[in-house]
């Protein structure tokens, strides 16, 4: 995901690791982004977001996002994890129970 501003992306995280929607959300420095908008090439500084949660947690994180987030079409994209180690699997998933 990515963000307007460094204080949106961390009020973003901050809120969905309470939420028990992420168990973990990556806040990076702030970049330079090109894209089309509305048939224009824009550009804007965005900060990015990478949200560790499961594929049963998406929507309801989608739906947290949507609700916070300034953009009209902010960008929540899933990645598939291909390959991980066990412990760190076992962390994620137990990050998650009991909510």
């Given at each position: 995901m990515t963000a307007a501003s460094f204080e949106e992306a961390t009020r973003i995280a901050e809120t969905?690791?309470?939420?028990?929607l992420a168990a973990c959300v990556q806040v990076?420095?702030?970049m330079q982004s090109i894209y089309l908008w509305k048939g224009k090439?824009?550009?804007a500084?965005?900060?990015?977001?990478?949200?560790?949660?499961?594929s049963a947690n998406f929507e309801g994180l989608q739906s947290h996002v949507r609700a916070l987030h300034s953009?009209?079409?902010p960008e929540i994209i899933a990645l598939p994890?291909?390959?991980a180690s066990e412990d760190y699997l076992e962390w994620l998933t137990s990050s998650f129970e009991g909510s």
């Open positions: 969905l690791v309470d939420s028990r990076l420095s702030e090439v824009e550009s500084r965005e900060v990015l977001m990478i949200a560790k949660t499961t953009y009209e079409t994890i291909v390959a």
